[in-house]
């Protein structure tokens, strides 16, 4: 069974930086779509950007600019740089990844695995 742990979470004042990290259990980084979506209280999933197998990306237009996602394959991690956050940005972080989706690696890809999610607060 595939399994996806995040770190780098934590707190930070509007404006700051913080770096995330998600491993795999098996090395699926270089054969999945992978990508970070975020859950804030009360709202829906949203998908923040993903990285397809040949290291094309997508971004959601409410991050272009501030996020950054990249992996890398040897080590089997994908990782997602935010810079500036603001508080808006408060949300529960998660890495997922997804075998080949049918429409291409985007934000409507069906996702087949789910990190159990590392939280990020951003104070203003």
């Known amino acids: 069974q595939v399994k996806l742990e995040e770190s780098g979470g934590g707190s930070v004042q509007a404006g700051g930086s913080l770096s995330l990290s998600c491993e795999g259990s098996i090395y699926i980084v270089d054969k999945y779509c992978m990508g970070w979506f975020r859950q804030a209280p009360g709202k829906g999933r949203e998908a923040l950007a993903l990285?397809?197998?040949?290291?094309?990306?997508t971004y959601a237009d409410s991050v272009k600019g501030r996020l950054t996602i990249s992996k890398d394959n040897a080590r089997n991690t994908l990782n997602l740089q935010m810079s500036p956050l603001k508080p808006e940005d408060t949300a529960m972080y998660y890495c997922?990844?997804?075998?080949?989706?049918?429409?291409?690696?985007?934000?409507?890809?069906?996702?087949?695995?789910w990190g159990q999610g590392i939280q990020v607060t951003v104070s203003s």
């Open positions: 997922a990844a997804t075998w080949k989706p049918r429409g291409g690696c985007g934000p409507s890809a069906i996702i087949d695995y």
């Open positions: 990285i397809d197998v040949d290291g094309s990306t």
